[in-house]
Each structure stands twice: as structure tokens, then as C-alpha cells.
């Protein structure tokens, strides 16, 4: 692989990286509720599911589903269901949690192995990054040359990419923090998170593939 093809490649991914979804939703959600060291449970559990998304597509996967309707259907209802469920879950905490609540009393902040959970099952629950990952990452190796190493370089600067941007979203969960110490500004966040995480289960159900 040229130096050209990997720079457009970590351009692309970086682009692509920066749009809002629900991981990046999800992380800042996490970072406003909880704060941003209890956020990085959410980034790992985000992380390990693009990795083995990517893997799994590398391997073939994204062939299997791509070859089989029903159940790539079937996956992106679940993938939907678990989403508008996060966003219901956040709608219905909006009154119930603060940050300043979590801050002061460190057992009712949510446990790092939940919060991992919680990122694991939002970054694993679109079904569609089986077929991004089969249709994006191929287009920058070199046949000519051994694919794993190929393939180690663009994982690793995919995941690279995707921490810095996750660090971002948390680092601004933090600063919206500020404003949302008083309970009806927290009250609408709740609102308007809750709904972005529907909006993305509604899309992800009603997508055309």
C-alpha cells in the first residue's frame, strides 16, 4: 500500500468518523450523565464492536448477509429495537439522573462493566457496517500485496481515527455539562437525546439496503 492511498483512506475515515451516530451520540450522552472517565467504558465497548465487525467482515460476513435477506433483516430489527430502546431508556432518565447527583455519590453512578455493555450492544447493533466495512476497506489494498498487513494498517488507523473523535464527543459532553446543571435544561437534553437515539432506530429499521 502507497502512502497516498493510506493518507486518503485515514482522510476518508476521518471525514466519515466525525459524522454524529449513535456511538458518538452515545458517548457524549454517557460523558454528560456520568463524566468523561466513566464515558470510556462506553468508547471500549464501542471499540471492541467495530473491531469485531470489521474482522467478521474482512472474513467474509458481510457476503453471508449480503447473500441472505432474511437474515440481514432480521438483524437490523434487532439492531433498531436495541436503539429505540436506548433512546426510551434516556428519555426516561432525563428526571431521574444529573450529573451533579452522579458526582456527588459515586455508588449510584452506573458501573463501568454496564456502561461497556451499553457501548458494545449501540456499536454492534447496525448490521450495516458489515457491508460499509466489506465495500469501504477493499477499495484502498493493494492485491498485488500480502493483505493482512494491509489490513492491520487500515484497522488500526480506523480505530485511531474513531478514538479521537470519541474523545471529542465525550470532551464536549463535559463542557455541556455547565449548562445543564438545572433541571429543565437537563430535562430537554434528555428529550432531545432520547430522540435522536428513535431517530436512528427508526432509520436503521426503514433503510433500504
Known amino acids: ?9 485515514a482522510a476518508t475515515a476521518f471525514l466519515l468518523s466525525a459524522m454524529p451516530g449513535p456511538n458518538m451520540m452515545h458517548v457524549m450522552s454517557i460523558s454528560v450523565r456520568h463524566g468523561l472517565l466513566r464515558s470510556t467504558g462506553v468508547m471500549a465497548g464501542c471499540m471492541l464492536a467495530i473491531v469485531l465487525v470489521v474482522c467478521a467482515s474482512l472474513a ?32 426516561m432518565a432525563r428526571d431521574t439522573e444529573g450529573e451533579d447527583a452522579q458526582a456527588a455519590d459515586p455508588q449510584t453512578a452506573a458501573p ?52 479521537f473523535w470519541y474523545l471529542v464527543y465525550a470532551g464536549g459532553g463535559r463542557m455541556l455539562s455547565a449548562w445543564l446543571r438545572t433541571p429543565v435544561v437537563r430535562r430537554v437534553f434528555g428529550i432531545v437525546t432520547g430522540l435522536v437515539f428513535m431517530g436512528f432506530g427508526a432509520m436503521l429499521l426503514l433503510a433500504r439496503v
Do not use: C
Open 60 to 91: 467474509g460476513m458481510a457476503g453471508v448477509l449480503a447473500a441472505s435477506p432474511r437474515l440481514f433483516a432480521g438483524l437490523r430489527v434487532v439492531g433498531a429495537a436495541y436503539l429505540v430502546f436506548l433512546g426510551v431508556r434516556v428519555w
Open 112 to 163: 463501568w462493566r454496564e456502561l461497556f455493555r451499553d457501548g458494545f450492544l449501540t456499536g454492534i447493533s447496525n448490521p450495516k457496517l458489515l457491508l460499509f466495512a466489506a465495500a469501504f476497506l477493499p477499495q484502498f489494498v493493494n492485491p498485488a500485496a500480502p493483505h493482512m498487513p494491509q489490513y492491520v494498517l487500515l484497522v488500526t488507523t480506523f480505530v485511531l481515527v474513531e478514538a
Open 1 to 9: 500500500m502507497s502512502f497516498h492511498t493510506w493518507l486518503l483512506f
